[in-house]
């Protein structure tokens, strides 16, 4: 069994700055790509940023320049780093994960969610 378990959410003031983590644990062999996932109320899951297990990077218009997403291969371990945040930020965050399990058997996985709130 895989799991991902994010930390690090809580509630800022515009401009302010979180770091998020998203650790995965369980009998893994190795893991693809990993992202970061954002939903707010009414709205579409959409992409935050994501990484290759090679550390290329990929980010949304929205926050490219104010996050900063990179990994740990070693800890299994993906990390969101939001700085400048704007109430537009708010949103409940998904790390997802493409991972290898110890059978070879490839799935995607997410986490929980952890509440980002900005406020104004």
């Known amino acids: 069994q895989v799991q991902l378990v994010e930390s690090g959410g809580g509630s800022v003031q515009a401009g302010g700055s979180l770091r998020l983590s998203c650790a995965a644990s369980g009998s893994i062999a190795s893991i693809n790509n990993m992202a970061w996932y954002r939903q707010a109320p009414g709205k579409q899951r959409e992409l935050v940023a994501d990484?290759?297990?090679?550390?290329?990077?990929n980010y949304a218009d929205s926050t490219e320049g104010r996050f900063t997403i990179s990994r740990d291969n070693a800890k299994n371990t993906v990390y969101l780093q939001m700085n400048s945040l704007k109430p537009e930020d708010t949103a409940v965050y998904y790390c997802?994960?493409?991972?290898?399990?110890?059978?070879?058997?490839?799935?995607?996985?997410w986490g929980q969610g952890t509440q980002v709130t900005v406020s104004s």
């Open positions: 997802n994960g493409h991972i290898y399990s110890s059978s070879l058997i490839l799935s995607v996985y």
């Open positions: 990484i290759t297990r090679y550390g290329a990077t």
